[in-house]
């Protein structure tokens, strides 16, 4: 197969500069951002580390996002535990459930950005 991986994530925005912003500042997402360390990101690109992505369609009725969005964000991350004290600093509101988290798939939380775009932040277990 000649597909090597996701390429770009593309959305629509009532703010998309201001959007950006809150990308970077709270979760070190997109353009001019770098998760490998030593790599430089450029105005366009966001630098990230290989691994397991997810793909997968959900049905239209799911109850496991908001009914009138069309895609949830999952956000592979390390420490999870450190993210959500940064992120809870900062005012964001976060969501965990005990059922959301497996030794097997490891620990998640849930956040939303300011137009209500679900993020769901997943650290995998470790190996």
């Known amino acids: 197969m000649p597909v090597l991986g996701i390429g770009g994530l ?3 925005s ?3 500069d201001a959007l950006s912003a809150w990308y970077r500042e709270h979760l070190g997402v997109g353009a001019g951002c770098s998760a490998v360390e030593g790599a ?3 105005e366009w690109t966001w630098q ?3 691994g397991p ?3 997968a369609p959900f049905k239209a009725d799911t109850d496991y996002f908001a009914a009138d969005k069309a895609f ?3 956000f592979r ?3 999870l535990d450190s993210l959500l004290e940064q992120l809870n600093a900062a005012g964001v509101e976060i969501i965990t459930k005990p059922e959301w988290n497996d030794p097997a798939t490891g620990q998640f939380a849930r956040i939303h950005d300011p137009e209500g775009n679900a993020i769901e932040l997943w650290e995998p277990p470790a190996s």
């Open 40 to 42: 430089e990101a450029d």
């Open 72 to 74: 949830m964000l999952n």
């Open 48 to 50: 990230v580390e290989g």
């Open 10 to 12: 593309f959305f629509r």
């Open 53 to 55: 992505i997810v793909f």
């Open 77 to 79: 991350v390390r420490d």
């Open 14 to 16: 009532r703010d998309p």
